[in-house]
DNA sequence: CCCTTAGTTTATAATAATTCTAATGTATCT
DNA sequence: AGATACATTAGAATTATTATAAACTAAGGG
């Protein structure tokens, strides 16, 4: 549990105003024990459940914006119809069970080198993300 | 360059009557040296430019739906504003160029084996997918 | 403090990809 | 050829997301 204070610092340090709607969505998103990933219309449940103030629909999608932009979510493109983000922006990879939609972390530290022998030319390599498509064991 | 009886006779085997458009969409897709990635827009496109015959929007997302299901096709999930699709179903990994959206293909060869150590209990790998985003050299 | 201003929120409209509907058309089987 | 199940189609509906523009507010200077 952080003290408004703290995300009032955090936001400010990012040249973000410190709303109260942005630092409402910041104690939703980030007073976890745990990162977890969403869909907007997740995080719109969890605000009106936890809020005693309405955060509107354009500014949860104004402040998911803002805070990728900033480095404290990152977008998951695991569908092609809804946008999932995630509150752990450290480098790992995912698990993704199809049955339930559910995506499920995988840190960084468990998984091997990998090993990409194939070079594009005038291009570098930015980042590398593995996702493993789970099915029920038989 | 096949014949479109070919297409015929790959369609009646699958329990897909071979409608003169789902023909065009199998030349279209299939008739090519290389593999390639598309988006519905631009799959209506290059058929607009090659086909005399006039095919409905609906009907290219119902056959590229139909050819997902029939493995003909693979969706590939790297944005989540628009679907990429595939016409390469063998086991692969993807470069993503974000600067012009583009998808480049790794051979399953060209990776070497990823090790993962985690375990989900009652769950098993169903398949291991590699992006890898690319960005200009310096 | 009080003003000013730039940044923010909000309701609502607009957009765009995709799916649905239901009428018309056609491949296939007898 | 006739019956029928499957397929195509135009257009409407849906849904996630973005744009608009008016009202609101945090921040900084006086
Ligand atoms: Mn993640
Ligand atoms: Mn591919
Ligand atoms: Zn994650
Ligand atoms: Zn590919």
Known sequence: MVYADHYINKLRKSGLRPTKQRIKICEVLFDNDQTFHFTIKEL?????NQAKIKVSLATVYNTVHAFINKGYLKEIPIKSSVSYYDTNTAHHHHFFDENDGRLIDINHS???PI????KIPGKKIKSIE???KLEDQK
């Open 44 to 48: 719109v449940k969890i605000i009106e």
């Open 110 to 112: 468990d998984v091997g």
């Open 115 to 118: 090993d990409i022998q194939t």
């Open 130 to 132: 593995v996702f493993v």
